[in-house]
């Protein structure tokens, strides 16, 4: 199986170990690590994670 291309959030501070990072997993999954905990992946699919960063983007008092 072919290494995974991680992608960092657009947030991710200077290159640090505190970054949301996101890769392509198999058929409609999507998988998701932090930098700080790289072994750590957790999966879903691709209408649940865009339902989630909808529903952030839209309730912008979940991020204070």
Do not use: F, H
């Not at 072919?2 to 990072?21: D, F, L, M």
């Not at 997993?25 to 994670?49: F, H, Q, Y």
């Amino acid at each position: 199986m072919p290494e995974r291309e991680w992608q960092r959030s657009s947030y991710c501070a200077g290159g640090g170990n505190n970054c949301v990072e996101i890769a392509a997993g198999n058929a409609n999954r999507i998988v998701l690590r932090e930098s700080e905990s790289p072994t750590v992946v957790i999966s879903t699919n691709r209408a649940a994670l865009r339902a989630l960063v909808r529903g952030v983007k839209d309730d912008k008092s979940a991020l204070i």
